[in-house]
Structures are given as C-alpha cells and as structure tokens.
C-alpha cells in the first residue's frame, strides 16, 4: 500500500524528456520532495539496449513504469500512454543491491553487540537521518540494500532488505522484507575505544581496546553456531513432535466423547449414583478423570529458537561474517552435518585455498573488495582484492557488499566493483552478484533484481555499460519513483 | 615547455640529457645507472600510450634502452636486436605516490626533537621490504618518503624508486607542519602560538636546510588540516616567500583562489571509501582554478591501491580523467622536483613503464606489467 | 546607492566591493563623545566616519533605525583556539603570540559581530600564568590576521588563581611530564609571576641575563604594554596589584595592570583606586557565583565605577540569549550603572584600556566606520541589534 503523499497526482498531459543519448553527465541530482510530486509516476523508459538479466541483452526495448512496477516490457515501439514521462537512454539495467551494508541502520543498532536471534534491524532503522548519504548511494546506482544491526555480536538478529530512498521516512514503505536472513559473527573483535581510568593509587592508564580475541574464543565461537544451530533443530523437533501429539490428543478426545455420549444417561447415573455413595461415607467426591484429559504440553514458545529453527531447516538463509582461513575451515568442518542450512559467508578474506569446497557446498560468498592496509591488518593478511576472481573461476557465487560497518560505504560499492574487476573478476559476474545474485540469495529476487513483467521498477538510465569506467549514470529509479535525474 | 610524444625516431643509443641530481643509493653514494642489457632495446607498442602531461598517442610505440626512454611517438625507428612488447590495453607512466612511508615504521617520526632540519627520511628507504613489492603491484614506480607530520620541521623527504633501490632525489623537500599534528599534550609545541614562533624565528635567522628553503634551493612541503591551518600556512610561505606544496586539502576549496596565487602545489591526502564528498570537491575545485594536483599514499596504513582510488573518485566528483592522469605521473613528477627523470614517456626520462588493461584511473584496469628504470619487476609480460 | 553585503556566517566567504558611502538615519544618536542626540544622520566613506549632522531618512527604502551607538569593544572576548593558543610547556611564555594560532572559520567571530561587537581583544588561554602576547582585531572582513588586526600585541596576558596551576602535579606519584613542576597552588601562581618579573629586572640592560621573553616582559614594567591578568576573585585581585606595587617600589612606577574577570572587585575599591588598576567585568551569571567561586555582586559595576575605576563589561563568547555584550550592559544598567557610563563601559573605555581609542570607541569623524543600529534604546530587554557596520560595509542590513 503505497501512501499518497510519496506517489504524486498525475499530469494530464504527456511530457516528453529527450535525454542526449553520447552526452557525458557527471553529477546526477536526486529530485526534491516538490519536483517528486508534482512529476507523474508513469514513465516510459526507452533504451538502445536494455539489460534484461546478467548476460541478456534487448536492444531497442521499452520498459513502461506504473505505481512503482515494471507493467509492460516490450519493442521500441511499445506505445506511450496519456500522462507518461519519457526517459531516453542508451543502457538501461537493473540498480544495485548492496547485500552488506549498514547505510539506514540506528548507529546504537548497529554497535549492539548483544543481540537475540529474534532481534529485528527492521525496528532498528534510522530513516530520519543521513539523507545525503541516501542520495549518494542512489546517485552511484545503489538503490537497495541488507542491512544488518549488531554485525560485531556472535548474533546479529534479522536483517532487513530496504529500498534507500530518502523519500520514504516511514519503515513500511522502505522495508522491502523485515526477514532476510540472520547473522552471525566469527572472530571479529569488538573495538570497545580506549579508555583513560584512574587507578587507586591515583595515577592513570590506559585500558583496551580491542576484546581480546584469540583462538580459543574462535573455536568456541565456531561451537557456538554449531549449538545454535542444533537449538534451532531441536526447537522444530519438538515443535512438531508435540504438534503431531496435539493432532493425536484432539482425535483421542473426539473419540472419547463419542464414546460417552453415546451412554450418556447411564454414565450420568453412575456418576449420580458415585456422588451418593462418597456423600454417604462423608467423603468428597472425586471426579473420574480421563488420560485423555491430560493436554499434551505445549513447548515454551521462544521467538529466537524459532528462528534457530528456521535457519537450521534452510528457511532463512545464515549470514555468518568471518575472515581467517582456520575459522573456515572450523565452520566447514563443523557445519557438515547440516545440510539444509543455507549458509552464506560475508568477508571470508582468507577462503581461497577453500573455493572449491564453497563451490560444491553452494555456499555464497559476500566479498568486501576492501582496501586496509598493513597497519589495520589485524592478525590476518589484510584484504585480497582478487579474492572475489579466485572465488569465481572455482564456481562460488560471489557477491559484492560493503562491509555492513560504515553508512557511507554504500555509496562506493560500484567502485569497489572495479576494483573486484581490476583484479579478475569479469565484469558480467560483478554485475550479477551486484543484482541478480543478491536478489536471489536474500529471497526478493521475485521482486527486484532483473528487468521483468510484475518487478519492482528498480532501473538505471546510463550513456554506457553498467560498470564501465567512461560510463555515467544519469537517471535512477527507485521503486518506480524518478529519484535521480541530470543536472 | 615539455616536448609531446610526437618526436620522431632519433639516434637510439644517445640517452637523453638527465636533470636532476646523480642517483645515490640510500647511504648516499652514487650509483650509476645500471643497463638491463648493453646495446639492447625494447619497444613497448599499445593502442593507447598516455604520455603524462595530458597528451595521448593512439597505436604509438616507446623504445628503451639501458634503462631510459630513447623514443616515443606514432612512428619509431625499432633499433636491431630490439625486443618488442605488444601490449593489448593502455600505457602509461609509472605512477608517483608524493607522500608516503613504506617500509619505514616508525623511523620518519623522531618524537624526541621537534625541529630536525638536517635529518634526512633517506636513511629509512628499506628497498627490500615488502611495501615496496605492493606499491609495485599497484603500478606506483616512485614515492616520495616524507618525514612525520608529527613534527615541526621533521626533516628532508627523498624521491625513491619502487625497485632497484634508487634514491632519485635524496632531498626533495624541506617537511614543515602548521597542523595540530604537530601539537603535542606532553612536549613543545603544545600551541599554534608556539609553532608559529618557532617556525618564524628558524626561517628569520635560517642555517642549513632552513636557508636552502628560504634560498628556494629547496621546496617546502607543509602539512596543513583545516581551513584555518592553511590561511596560516600561505602566510607563512607568503612572508619567506617559499615555494612548494601543501599536504592536506579538507575544505580548501574555500580557499581555493589564495592558494592559486601563492603558487603552492596541493598533495591531496589520501582517500578511503566512504570518505565525504567535500574532500573530493575540495580537490576538484582546486584543480579547476589551476591549482597543481598530485595524490599522497601514507602506505603501509593506507592500501597501494588508494592513491588510484582517490583519483578515480575524484573523477567521480568532477575532474576530467586526464586532470587525474597527470596528477598520478607528470604533474607528481613536478611536485617531486623532478620532472626530467620521471613523470612521463618522453625522450631522456627514465623507463618506468606500466601497463594497463585499460585507462589507468579506471579502478577496473589492472596492472598487467611494470617496468622500472627498464627493467621489468611485475607482472606476466616477460 | 547603497548596496547590501551580507557577512557569510560560516566564514571565509569574500565580501561583496566595498560601497564608496553609505549614510545612516537615526533617531537617537549616541556617539559617545558628549550627549545623545535626536535625528541625526551619520555617513561613512572609505570605511571610516566621514560626516555627523542632524538630518532625516532621505526616503522609504533608506537606512533609518531608532538607535546608533559605536561598534561594541570586548576586551574578553575568550575567542582563541582554546588550549592550542597557549604554549603550556613553560609557564611564563611572554613571547607566544596568540595571533598565530587563531582560527577565522570559528562561527564565533560572526556571532558576536551579529550582536553589535565590532572589536574584540584575544588572549591566550589561561592555562599559563603568563601566557602570551593578546591582540585586538575586528569580528569580520577578509579572514586572515592582516585584513582584521587593529593592533598587535595589545596587552601581555597572564593569569592569577587557580587555573594555571590547575594541570601542574608533583613529580611523584605518577609518571613524570613537564606537568610535573610547580606551581600547584596560588602561592606557587604568584612565585612565578614575581620570579619573572624580577628575572626581566635583572635582565634589562643586562646581555648575559637575557632569556625567552624578557623584552616583552620588560616593556610591561616599563608600561609600554598594559599587563592583562585574569583574577576572579579577591585574593587574585589584591595579589596582582601588590605586585604591581612591588614593582613599582622597585623603580617601575609604570606598570599598567588590567584586572581580567574581576568579579570581586568591588570588594577593594579603595586599593584598586589607590593603584590606579582597571578592570575588565566577566559576563554576569545567572547565581551570582563565577569562576574560582567568585561572588559578582549586580551592583558592582556601578560601584566600581562611582569610585572611579575604569571598568569594562565582556561577554567571554557567550552564545546564550541574554549573554552578549549588550546585554552584560543591560545587567549593568540594572544594577544601577547610569546609561553613559554602560555605553563607555561597552566601547570607549575598553578601547582606552589597550590604546585603540584613536580607531574606535566612539562615533566621531575619523574614525574606524563601526556602528551597532538597535531597534531601540540600547541596552534595554526590549531592544536589540538590527543592523552592524563594519569598516564601513553594511554587514548586517536592518531592512
């Protein structure tokens, strides 16, 4: 349900814009609250070709937008209805999903290291602030993105998948899905700042900074999904072990009252006749009670193992974020037994020499092209910018986020793209995993994603192929509103 | 006046005329130039040579021979014996990183004497670390290692090569700080007032390194943050009247037409994503007035790859691609103090080649093959 | 024609070209330098006074407000880069100027100006006992120290009570840190201040004996720069002025002393008349209470200035409403200080206290263009700052 303040009123005529098909525009600007309303929110959108999915291309296509949806796709010559807006271009492909980003997440959230598995980060959303922060991402093409509260706790709660337009300050509008997966943490030290205390004696010092994290707490950490996910398995058990007692007691009782209705007059005499004999004797009467009375008991409802248990049958997919090879390896190992459990791996900076088994596992990788240095290595190698390539040519599917830290990231995740693509990675698998991959892994691919009849009207307008560097982005689209158009 | 690429074959064994100071290595003592192989030259061909001062050759060639560019243009005479490179992607020269520290941990910040005119960063050129293998990868052939901003004056930089082990230029800049990097809680200065005397009175009576820069001998490279830090830095450089260039550019597209006529250079810190669109504005806007342009690195903190990524952002932001390209090679070289040995693919400069898969601002080109002083130190071309 | 420059207020932004005259209507003119008078008209040229004479708004669109006085002087205006405009690694540092560390991008500069305060003394932080070389500089224009300076090296800056002891600790106990030195008490204040002074005594005239800042603390015994010494409270008062007349009794009769913060001045009346000593007032606080729990009677400036001390009132960069420096006027003027004795207290006399008079203070022809246009009497609740000139260019227009 769309509210009628963000979708402005029609326009009775038909407004041609004739976007200069070789110009190069740098610098697109998000549309004001004003211009958004008073545009219309038909558009027919004319591309020399049309991106349809990765790897398919239309030329000459039309692509009609209504109420925030892709209503009609065809020809050139695809008719343009009374009240639409044309935007030309040369390329026209989906926007970007950013599977890993924390750009509209309360920073508070986002800190939280103590979070449940039921923990929602669609309740934790901050969309009142960091509005150009918003527009910068849609200006780059970045126009939904999963985001995910409390990314340095072993448990992060469920991540949400939300549309980064500024205009929608109101969380039903922007959630695209509260339940996109959930998340957890290996080996990731919590920076908690220094902090300057004075002793009893009176003189200061400096205490911490990071937990401490060592391989023991690895381990255990590596324990600590294993558990959680055998919670999880053990939750659902019991739930349909008493489910299924449930049916069996419901039939018992039927039966039972069947029986006893049929002799209801001599059973009431009985009774009538028991009730007599204790008064007679002085004693209390006691109701003859049925094992069928006995209601199956029902399991403590818990919202976290229910969620457990989702992840542990493969319902909702497991975003765990982990960088060294030995913690991989741990989790590989240790997750063997679990096969219905759709695990994806965020970071994973030292999987290389793992690709292989990744590949046969099916299980998804989100790379971080990120650029630390050696000072911020922490005590493993720092990042490894050919990790996306490496992953790829063994068959992983290889997503591209931003880290999940750092609200201003978003924005940069095409460039960080280039960089996956400088050193391997084909452009057309940095677009897919920028698209239809992350649709795909986070379950909205029935929504975003691709250009197709039914999808949300998430689309880019540009003077080149997506992610080439002489190409520039000159309108954005962002669930079907005109959200970035050149200046 | 640089020449362009478009000279035409001349004799092929005569290097050029070399500028700039003898190399030495990093105890100082001279060092000559090594040839790759006496009397044999290489061409490198592309579809795309980018010279580094803004001009591109289309299918153009390069010739080298024991270690110096002899050739650049559309059309070369190939020596006999030459060995030919057919490169499928782009050209360009070696990249120039103009502030940064490989390989030196702590040994540019000496945090016991705030004013070390003398002190020379050569001395912490440690060719064989493993920075410099990375900075390689990242096509960067020349960094200038400057002393730590954490001082008042901390000392001479040094124009050093990514391989080899070449001090190109053992005192580049005088390094002077105005920010409150400089300022200390627990030593002198803990004021602005107090930098801002000492500085004055070492530049009004100057010895040494001091009345080098004063002389103009020697460039001031002078670390600045905020706004206010750069109003005071131009009235410094103004009142000794100092030539060289600024470290810091946050804000200063405020300041934009006083740095202009103060004829100071700006080496943009370096960029990490996620960083503001103001400090890239700020750069744009100051390549825009004329302002020259080059890309600082402080490696090993900041990945090799940041100084591109800077460049590339900042194209992002507005600057046009070959603004971007010189500030990485030809205008470095300037800002280096050294634009007769490296910077660009002319005749007479030193053979630090890269080859690219595509434009070399373009974050999705690779590095497929670097060359310094001729010599080839990564990447799968043989 | 009179055009419209209006001060970027975030810094740093050029001003539009100078207007060759503008001219003011008025209908009372308080100039300062004899009577009020009624519908007058003031006109600046080139940035300074040009003409004063009665006379009516020329017509609707033209500059006419209620009342004129001079652009505000604020000896404290407590504008520097806080504790990176003190050099705290000795504490006498009479050589540091706080010129060289200020920062013209502060929003405290437009603030002020906004209320009518044209000029304003900065000092160095009071961390040190004598911390450095103060400078009084206009509120606005070109952001760099020589389009604002008005002087240089106003006044050597210092401080009694307990704030430049307050970072200093024993060397025991901890570790050690040039912090670890005296002084830690007020006795320890006052050791240093006289130790420095009779150090410079000894050093005058005397090569061998010459270290960093003698000249400047030479010439503040030899009175050619006044002494700007921060004392709340009436311990700190009376320690400032006995120095100043030990020295004197050391054959330096000429020593000015400017009490900064003087909050318990009206305490010592006498000794203060007696010395010859002005004082600066802090702002005044809602609890009567100020810094080193000084007690700031409401009545003290007009006792202090019915016993004949030059007094001036500050506003220690206050961003409340009801903080700035007309409105310190205003409390004063409660307290019983009569009207011409408030205005001086907020121009003139501050600018006598530190030798700019010539430039600003007053309206009269010649002198720097800087008016504060209310929208009523000054220094009332009911009136404010509407328009200011600053060097002559209308920087905040009334219309």
């Known amino acids: 349900m769309r509210s009628k303040a963000m979708w402005p009123a029609r326009m009775g005529l038909a407004i041609a814009v004739f976007v200069p098909l070789a110009g190069q525009v740098v610098g697109s600007t998000p549309l004001s609250q004003d211009e958004a309303e008073s545009t219309p929110d038909v558009y027919m959108v004319r591309a020399e070709r049309l991106v349809v999915r990765p790897g398919q291309v239309r030329e000459n296509a039309s692509v009609l937008v209504r109420d925030g949806r892709i209503v009609q796709v065809g020809g050139a010559d695809l008719a343009l209805p009374e009240g639409a807006t044309e935007v030309r271009g040369a390329v026209v492909c989906a926007s970007y999903i950013d599977p ?70 109101v969380a039903e509008e922007a959630v695209v899905t509260d339940s996109a997966d959930l998340a957890m943490s290996i080996g990731l030290s919590v920076d908690q700042g220094s902090q300057f205390v004075q002793g009893p004696d009176g003189s200061f010092r400096i205490i911490s900074g990071d937990r401490a994290i060592d391989v023991f707490d690895r381990v255990s950490a590596v324990d600590k999904v294993v558990s959680n996910l055998e919670t999880g398995r053990a939750y659902r058990k019991s739930q349909l072990e008493y489910e299924h007692k449930f049916a069996e007691w419901q039939k018992a009782i039927e039966k039972k009252t069947e029986e006893l209705e049929k002799d209801f007059k001599k059973a009431k005499k009985d009774r009538d006749k028991d009730v007599e004999k204790a008064k007679e004797k002085g004693k209390e009467h006691k109701d003859k009670s049925y094992k069928e009375d006995r209601k199956p008991k029902q399991p403590k409802p818990d919202p976290d193992k229910a969620v457990l248990a989702q992840v542990a049958e493969g319902e909702l997919p497991l975003v765990i974020e982990l960088h060294r090879a030995g913690e991989i390896r741990n989790l590989l190992d240790a997750t063997k037994d679990f096969s219905r459990v759709r695990m994806i791996l965020a970071g994973a900076t030292e999987a290389g020499p793992m690709a292989g088994e990744l590949a046969s596992r099916g299980i998804p990788v989100i790379v971080w092209p990120s650029l630390r240095g050696t000072n911020a290595a922490d005590e493993f190698q720092g990042s490894d910018l050919s990790l996306a390539a490496t992953l790829r040519d063994a068959g992983v599917n290889v997503l591209l986020g931003s880290g999940g830290r750092d ?26 995993a920028l698209t239809l991959g992350a649709a795909r892994a986070f379950g909205v691919a029935d929504r975003v994603g691709t250009i197709e009849l039914g999808k949300d009207a998430d689309l880019l307008v540009l003077d080149g192929m997506p992610l080439e560097s002489g190409s520039h982005i000159q309108y954005v689209f962002c669930g079907g509103r005109l959200a970035v158009s050149p200046n | 006046m640089m020449l362009s690429a478009l000279l035409v074959a001349m004799a092929a064994t005569l290097p050029g005329d070399l500028e700039g100071p003898q190399p030495v290595d990093s105890t100082g003592t001279p060092v000559e130039a090594k040839a790759i192989a006496p009397a044999r030259a290489t061409v490198f061909k592309a579809a795309k040579i980018y010279v580094g001062d803004g001009t591109v050759i289309e299918n153009g060639s390069i010739v080298v021979q024991d270690g110096v560019i002899t050739q650049v243009g559309a059309k070369v005479e190939t020596p006999k014996g030459a060995t030919v490179v057919e490169h499928d992607g782009a050209i360009s020269p070696g990249l120039i990183a103009l502030h940064s520290n490989e390989g030196a941990g702590g040994e540019l910040l000496d ?51 990514t391989a080899g082990g070449k001090v190109v230029k053992p005192s580049a800049h005088l390094a002077v700080s105005v920010s409150s990097d400089a300022l200390n809680f627990n030593r002198f200065p803990t004021s602005y007032a107090g930098a801002m005397k000492e500085l004055n009175d070492r530049f009004s009576e100057p010895e040494g390194a001091v009345a080098r820069a004063v002389s103009g001998a020697l460039p001031v490279l002078v670390d600045v943050n905020d706004r206010a830090e750069i109003g005071r830095a131009l009235g410094f450089v103004k009142k000794f009247q100092l030539k060289g260039a600024l470290y810091g550019s946050y804000w200063a597209e405020d300041l934009a037409e006083p740095i202009k006529e103060s004829g100071m250079a700006v080496i943009a810190t370096p960029f990490d994503v996620g960083d503001g669109e103001r400090q890239m504005r700020s750069i744009v806007a100051l390549q825009k007035v004329g302002v020259r342009i080059g890309f600082g690195l402080d490696a090993p903190a900041r990945h090799p790859h940041s100084l591109r990524l800077g460049a590339a952002m900042c194209v992002r932001a507005g600057m046009p691609a070959d603004a971007a390209r010189k500030a990485l090679t030809g205008d470095a070289a300037i800002i280096a103090g050294i634009p007769g040995r490296i910077g660009r693919l002319a005749r007479g400069l030193d053979a630090d080649i890269v080859l690219w898969s595509g434009d070399p601002v373009a974050l999705s080109s690779a590095v497929e093959g670097v060359y310094i002083d001729g010599k080839h130190v990564f990447g799968g071309e043989k | 024609m009179i055009l419209t420059a209006i001060l970027a207020l975030a810094g740093g932004a050029t001003l539009a070209p100078a207007p060759q005259s503008i001219t003011i209507a008025t209908d009372v003119l308080y100039t300062g330098a004899g009577e009020a008078r009624e519908n007058m008209l003031v006109t600046i040229t080139d940035g300074k006074i040009s003409a004063i004479g009665p006379g009516r708004p020329a017509g609707e669109d033209s500059l006419h407000v209620a009342a004129i006085t001079a652009g505000m002087v604020d000896l404290s205006s407590r504008i520097n880069s806080g504790t990176t405009s003190v050099e705290e690694t000795h504490e006498v540092t009479p050589q540091y100027r706080v010129a060289d560390s200020l920062d013209f991008y502060d929003q405290s500069w437009a603030r002020q100006l906004r209320h009518g305060v044209t000029t304003v003394v900065s000092s160095p932080f009071d961390n040190n006992c004598i911390g450095g070389l103060s400078v009084a500089l206009k509120t606005g224009g070109e952001p760099t120290i020589e389009a604002r300076q008005v002087k240089a090296d106003v006044a050597l800056r210092g401080a009694f009570g307990s704030q430049p002891s307050s970072k200093n600790h024993p060397a025991f106990g901890r570790p050690t840190d040039f912090y ?67 020295m004197a009794g050391e054959g330096k009769p000429n020593m000015r002393l400017i009490i900064d913060c003087g909050a318990e001045a009206w305490r010592e009346l006498d000794f203060l008349v007696r010395t010859k000593t002005s004082v600066v007032l802090p702002p005044f606080p809602a609890d009567g209470r100020t810094g080193d729990g000084a007690f700031f009677a409401g009545d003290a400036a007009a006792k202090l200035h019915e016993a004949g001390v030059p007094i001036a009132l500050s506003s220690h960069n206050s961003m409340l409403t009801g903080g700035f420096l007309g409105d310190q006027a205003a409390y004063a003027r409660r307290g019983g200080l009569s009207f011409d004795a408030a205005l001086a207290a907020v121009t003139i006399t501050p600018a006598r206290m530190i030798g700019i008079a010539d430039r600003v203070g007053t309206i009269e022809v010649g002198k720097d263009g800087d008016l504060a246009l209310w929208n009523g009497t000054p220094f009332e609740l009911s009136s404010k700052v509407v328009g200011v000139v600053l060097d002559g260019e209308l920087v905040i227009d009334p219309r």
């Open chain 1, 100 to 169: 890993w980003s924390a750009l509209g997440v309360d920073s508070g959230a986002l800190a939280d290291t103590n979070l449940v598995g039921s923990a929602r980060t669609a309740d934790g959303l901050d969309l009142y602030t960091g509005d150009h922060l918003r527009d910068e991402a849609l200006r780059a093409g970045v126009t939904l993105a999963r985001l995910q509260a409390g990314w340095q706790g072993q448990i992060g709660g469920l991540g949400a998948v939300v549309r980064l337009d500024p205009q929608l300050d």
């Open chain 1, 407 to 432: 609200a201003t990231a978003s924005r940069d995740l095409p460039l960080l793209a280039e960089l996956a693509i400088g050193h391997g990675l084909s452009r057309d698998d940095a677009f897919h």
């Open chain 2, 111 to 161: 945090s016991t004497r705030e004013v070390m005119p003398e002190a020379e960063a050569r001395h912490a050129f440690a060719p064989h670390h493993s920075d410099y293998r990375r900075a390689r990868q990242a096509g960067i052939t020349s960094l200038v290692l400057a002393p730590s901003s954490a001082n008042l004056i901390g000392g001479q930089s040094a124009v050093v090569k």
């Open chain 3, 180 to 246: 670890s030195r005296r002084p830690t008490t007020r006795m320890g204040v006052e050791w240093i201040w006289r130790k420095a002074f009779y150090d410079a005594l000894y050093a005058e005239g005397n090569e061998d004996r010459a270290f960093d800042g003698v000249e400047q603390l030479v010439a503040a015994l030899n009175g050619e720069v006044p002494v700007f010494a921060q004392a709340w409270a009436t311990q700190d008062i009376r320690t400032a002025v006995y120095l100043k007349e030990e």
